[in-house]
């Protein structure tokens, strides 16, 4: 059996069994096996790629993202088996409702695996609607009115997303099926990209448009954001922990599968403009809205929003140097907002509360959770040496020798969101704190891994992760 099948067959059996075990603690420990499993096989490409078919492909584009997925989906699950735990002990969530979260988390894993290694344009279609179904239902795991509105508007406002994606799908077959026939090959994208540049580059124009506004739906672009900051607030922090560090990848990998075939049509429109206007309009609107969020959660949301802004802005800008930065960027942000996120979780659990004007002090407080708090927003503000700095730094100064005005658009809104994000550290981790139970260190591991490797890729980066960047760099276009 070759990895690729191993990758996904362990998260989809895991979720079978996951949905019939009774014991919520057997489910933790089983859950956080399954995931690193998962983990474990998707290393394995690296060493042994295995073979392309009609309908799934490791190539050099998706093999580092699985990988990556896979271990921000075992960090998380760390953090969910100690999460959940708590949520149970203080009577939030009833223990009958853990055997549904844990299927849905492997679940989850599966549709998001199977969307950055399918081959065929439909099974990848059919991949993020799996995603967004899964989450739908665990945002909603609460069930108190709020989870479940937002529940609601996720699934409303993505499904009408994902509909119009489904329709540049249908698109992208019509411009393909007069060249490559009826069938899987005019579905399957190893065989697209060699002939794109024969197919008709109006219905291609078309089915991009229709592609960036679905699937940028799924990645929170303004003005399709309006989903994202409910979901976070309102369902499990593990689950706004994967949104954040995974899924929002997941759908904009998506989109730059669709970037690389119109690239190949030398008559197609330039994407480019698309994305980063919808880039640059994300980053400007999430740092001014940051500064009027009263929920710490849903203050994070948005810093996520901010934050796809500027790797869509990256990719848009293109070129070997903006799109190396778009991918350090996608790397540093899943991997430092996922341990925001965990922190955060922590936070709202020892304080009893979501509202920052509620929590106050954690250095003093919570010394350990504290300063864990400001190093990830320190390293998600962009302060050197953390990576975010880097990906950031190389995004502007590209864009100032191409673009010098749209470098300044992109510097000012990096200068308001930095400013909000300081602001709202200095209240939260400063000052007088009141008490609380202490979270623990063992918990709070999976944070401090995540920040060490964020620091490092600071300081240097691994020969062949630089390789790689700069080749699907220029595989992008």
Known sequence: MSAINVILLVPAISALILALLPSYKLAAHLNVLSAALTLAASIVPFFDRPPTTALLLIDD???????????????????????????????????????????????????????????????????????????????GLYRTHEAIEAAWKYFILCGVGIALALFGTTLMYLAAQPVMGEGLAAMTWSELLPRVGEFSPAILNLAFVFLLVGYGTKVGL??????????????????????????????????????????????AVAPGPLMVTMGLASLLLASVMLYRRRDIKRFFAYSSIEHMGIITFAFGM?????????????????????????????????????????????????PLLGWALVIGVLAIAGMPPFGVFMSEFLVLTTTFARQPL????????LLIGFGALIWRLQGLAFGQGEGGEKASSVALLPLFVHFAMVLAAGLYIPGPLVLWFQNVARLLG
């Open 61 to 139: 584009f998706n093999i580092y993202l699985v990988a990556l997925t896979a271990f921000v989906g075992f960090t998380t699950s760390l953090f969910s088996a100690h999460y959940v735990l708590h949520e149970v002990a203080i009577g939030r969530l009833p223990p009958r409702f853990l055997r549904f979260y844990h299927a849905m988390y492997q679940g989850f894993m599966f549709t998001m695996l199977l969307a950055l290694t399918a081959n065929n344009l439909g099974v990848m279609w059919v991949a993020i609607e799996g995603a967004t179904l899964t989450t739908v239902l665990m945002v």
């Open 222 to 267: 303004a003005p399709l954001h309006a989903w994202l900051p409910d979901a976070h607030a309102e369902g499990p922090t593990p689950i706004s922990a994967v949104l954040s560090g995974l899924l929002l990848n997941v759908a904009l990998y998506v989109v730059l599968r669709f970037k690389m075939l119109l690239a190949g049509n030398a008559l």
């Open 318 to 366: 293109g070129g070997a140097l903006a799109n190396f930065a778009g991918l350090l960027h996608m790397t540093m942000h899943s991997l430092t907002k996922s341990a925001i996120f965990f922190a955060v979780g922590h936070i709202a659990q020892v304080k009893g509360t979501q509202r920052i004007a509620d929590i106050r002090g954690l250095t003093t407080s919570q």
């Open 406 to 413: 749209l470098a300044l658009l992109l510097l000012l809104g």
